[in-house]
C-alpha cells in the first residue's frame, strides 16, 4: 500500500520560512508528477507547485518568486520551501503524487495534510 506522509508544518509569523517535506512509501515502482495543494477554511484546494519527474517545475501566481518546490527521486521526497510567509497563506498544505505501484497501477494518492498559519 502507498502512503504519502507529510511534515514541517506549523506557526510562523509574516516573513518568515517554512520547509515542508512529502515522502511516498510503499510498494513503488515509479513516480511521476509531484505536487503540492492547499486548502483554507470556506475555500475550494489549489495547486501551489507542481514538479515533474524530470524537475520541471509549475507553480501557482501567489506562490511565485516566494515558494520553490524540488524533489529527491531517489527518496521519492518532494519538498516546498515557502519564503516571505503571509498571512493568506495560511491553509491545510496537501502533498499529491502520481505513483505506480504493484498492486494498483498508475493511480493518484494524497497525504494526509499539514497545517501551515502565518500569523503573528
Known amino acids: 500500500q502507498v502512503q504519502l506522509v507529510e511534515s514541517g508544518g506549523g506557526l510562523v509569523q509574516p516573513g518568515g520560512s517554512l520547509r515542508l517535506s512529502c515522502a511516498a512509501s510503499g510498494s513503488i515502482l515509479s513516480v511521476n508528477d509531484m505536487g503540492w495543494y492547499r486548502q483554507a477554511p470556506g475555500k475550494e484546494r489549489e495547486l501551489v507547485a507542481a514538479?515533474?519527474?524530470?524537475?520541471?517545475?509549475n507553480y501557482a501566481e501567489s506562490a511565485k518568486g516566494r515558494f520553490t518546490i524540488s524533489r529527491d527521486n531517489a527518496r521519492n521526497t518532494v519538498y516546498l520551501q515557502m519564503n516571505s510567509l503571509k498571512p493568506e497563506d495560511t491553509a491545510a498544505y496537501y502533498c499529491?503524487?502520481?505513483?505506480?505501484?504493484?498492486?494498483?497501477?498508475?493511480?493518484?494518492?494524497w497525504g494526509q495534510g499539514t497545517q501551515v498559519t502565518v500569523s503573528s
Open positions: 499529491n503524487a502520481r505513483i505506480y505501484s504493484i498492486t494498483a497501477g498508475w493511480q493518484d494518492y
Open positions: 514538479i515533474t519527474k524530470g524537475g520541471s517545475t
